[in-house]
């Protein structure tokens, strides 16, 4: 693991890579470049097939490395510069009230990724981190999020894949974070984390932390290990791949199984372009796209995965399928919800699936409620992708009389919708919970999270969007979103918190921020311009030895995007 643009060791096909902060780094060697390139073209390639509709559904990391590909022409000749010196060895960033006592209690939002790394190597690009993930077991916590430092930090340094992914940890429960720097892409040149984390663990030094990985050739998804609690891991290793040229693999989604710890589950998106399945349009002759939910598992904590992939859900031509995440129950039982789509892509709803035989069949397919789009449908006020309403889901576990009980969050227009002079129309979203006791078999009407009251006496709103979900060991839920409740221009945005302790019925808010701040997209040239994360996820104690929720956010307060964690 390399500290942020500093001081680190990589043991790489037993050669050892020395990184100095004394030592400025070489231009990008050429069979780098021809890597990237090639990768570039593939890419871009396939996105100019899919069709405009399916291609705005993409996650945000896949719409970055798009982004990436199609500017790769005005890249490509800056890598023929050496890059600047990296900065010292990163240090723990520790808060003056950080401490054992503290870390038992509510805790104040912690800095997680290093502010001094952003903009040492370019003024345009590379100072973006977001989209986070958080796994949390005993006294270690680890955060994961998109970093497009980490890009501009392994693109010369020799020996080693690509990343767009960091990490971070903490040691003490939440009560300071170390920026660790890129996660460990492995020794192949050609290779990429492209994005998308998605953590878990099992124990307090085991944790697996999923991503995007584009390859040469293939389209993958992958699950790096660590065995000491975070602060290494190792290499990628594909949980599932498939050929790059008809696949790009989407979305993932990682879960555990508590009674099984070395049962994993991934799932993810099958964007296919091949034809094998769905035919080719008699018209054009062109391939009809295929979208498919589907997952993979392994049995010995991630060192090998099961194929051929189940399908979850699949659809053929303009029908969608999305936003896949999977969770493990107190009995072994796997859940699989999305957000589906119709052909017009205003038409949503939620749906779910259960395994009781440990993901190798599935039950039928159960609605969960219809979903009003929010925002334009596609974005949020600011002009930032909304993450659409793709659900977050829950299993208690706690062994208390709610144990078993099923929980989907997601952000949802239907409360507020007003005229829009540009877009006809804008559903102020709020944050809604729906619960199932009974296996996922029938669900409550969801209840409304956000305690504001609306419309205001403009007649307007404010939205709430983008729930992370997760129940800790005495059943209470947990909820944390982005929230604009404080400002009736829809404006600025704080994170915010609720929590129920009546399995889902009535909820407490708490706003986690000090400081507000604006949406701030399109200001880092390696990402989409729309971009702001699709998601944050929430975290409880896997060991139950801790309660209470941890979560990280993406926080724009010091002007650029940068990852803030808190607990409650």
Not at 178 to 192: A, C, E, Q, S
Request: with cysteine; hydrophobic share 35%; proline share 6%.
């Amino acid at each position: 693991m390399i500290n942020r643009r500093g001081v680190g060791l990589i043991v790489l096909a037993g050669s050892l890579v020395v990184l100095s902060g004394e030592v400025a780094w070489a231009q990008v060697a050429p069979e780098r470049q021809a890597a990237l390139k090639q990768m570039a073209e593939r890419v871009k390639s396939f996105a100019q097939r899919m069709p405009e509709s399916t291609r705005n559904m993409l996650s945000s990391g896949a719409l970055n490395l798009i982004n990436l590909a199609e500017r790769w022409d005005q890249i490509e000749p800056h890598l023929q510069r050496a890059l600047p010196t990296p900065l010292s060895s990163a240090q723990p960033i520790l808060p003056p009230d950080a401490g054992g006592a503290l870390a038992d209690r509510i805790l104040a939002p912690k800095q997680v990724s290093n502010l001094s790394a952003d903009g040492s190597s370019s003024r345009l690009a590379g100072f973006t981190q977001s989209e986070t993930s958080t796994a949390w077991c005993g006294n270690n916590v680890v955060v994961g999020f998109n970093d497009s430092g980490s890009m501009v930090e392994t693109i010369p340094v020799p020996g080693i894949g690509l990343s767009f992914t960091g990490v971070a940890r903490s040691t003490n429960k939440g009560g300071s974070f170390t920026d660790l720097g890129f996660l460990n892409p492995g020794p192949v040149i050609t290779d990429l984390l492209a994005g998308d984390p998605v953590l878990g663990c099992s124990d307090a030094n085991t944790f697996y932390y999923a991503s995007l990985f584009e390859r040469e050739t293939t389209s993958d998804i992958a699950v790096s290990k660590s065995f000491d609690g975070g602060q290494t891991f190792g290499g990628p290793v594909s949980a599932i791949s498939k050929g790059g040229a008809t696949h790009f693999l989407d979305k993932p989604w990682i879960a555990i199984d508590s009674t099984t710890p070395n049962r994993i589950y991934v799932t993810y998106t099958d964007f296919d372009e091949s034809g094998s399945l769905c035919g080719f349009d008699p018209v054009s002759s062109l391939p009809i796209p295929r979208t498919a939910i589907e997952l993979v598992r392994s049995t010995d904590g991630g060192g090998s995965w099961s194929f051929p992939p189940v399908v979850i859900r699949e659809v053929c031509g303009d029908p969608f399928a999305h936003g896949s995440q999977v969770a493990v129950g107190p009995g072994g039982e796997v859940y699989v919800a999305w957000e589906a789509f119709g052909a017009n892509f205003v038409t949503r709803e939620i749906d779910i699936r259960k395994s009781t035989d440990n993901g190798v069949t599935f039950g039928a397919l159960v609605k969960v409620d219809n979903v009003i789009c929010a925002g334009t449908c596609s974005r949020l006020q600011g002009n930032f992708r909304s993450g659409y309403e793709f659900p977050t889901l829950a299993v208690d576990q706690s062994g208390k009389s709610t144990n078993g009980n099923v929980y989907i969050a997601w952000h949802d227009g239907r409360y507020l919708t007003v005229p829009d002079a540009v877009s006809e129309s804008y559903g102020y979203a709020d944050i809604l919970v729906s619960r199932s006791t009974d296996g996922g078999v029938t669900w409550i009407p969801p209840v409304r999270v956000n305690s504001n009251p609306e419309p205001l006496s403009s007649g307007l709103g404010t939205d709430q969007y983008q729930p992370g979900i997760a129940v800790d060991k005495a059943g209470k839920v947990g909820v944390c979103f982005y929230d604009r409740r404080l400002d009736p221009g829809n404006f600025l945005i704080d994170r915010e918190c609720a929590s129920s302790k009546d399995a889902g019925i009535s909820w407490k808010n708490k706003k986690m921020t000090k400081k507000n701040f604006p949406a701030v997209p399109g200001q880092d040239l390696l990402l989409n311009y729309t971009y702001m994360g699709d998601y944050d996820g929430l975290a409880s104690d896997f060991t139950k030895t801790n309660s209470g929720f941890i979560g990280a956010w993406g926080d724009n307060s010091l002007g650029n995007p940068d990852i803030k964690a808190g607990k409650f």
